[in-house]
């Protein structure tokens, strides 16, 4: 299952790195992938991840996460 979000401020490498080690604690989460110049992020689990468990796991830090408008190609036609 993936969920798909974004993560904002992200700056440096080890921005992306922190928050990798942090999503993969989540129960679940077999793969993280993350896109520091645009902030946009996956997780990859076995289970449904909420957006609220992502900020959890970055709680007590400057980062925010906030869920993403499904790309335009995922949207179904009317």
């Known amino acids: 299952m993936t969920t798909r979000f974004r993560i904002t401020p ?3 490498d ?3 790195k922190f928050c990798t080690l942090k ?8 793969s993280v992938m993350i896109d520091l110049a645009s902030g946009d992020a996956s997780v990859e689990s076995d289970r449904a991840v909420l957006i609220e468990q992502l900020q959890h796991a970055l709680e007590g830090t400057d980062y925010t996460v906030s869920p993403v408008a499904p790309a335009e190609s995922e949207v179904p036609a009317a």
């Open 10 to 12: 992200l700056h440096w």
């Open 23 to 30: 999503f993969t604690k989540i129960e679940g989460v077999s």
């Open 14 to 16: 080890s921005c992306v």
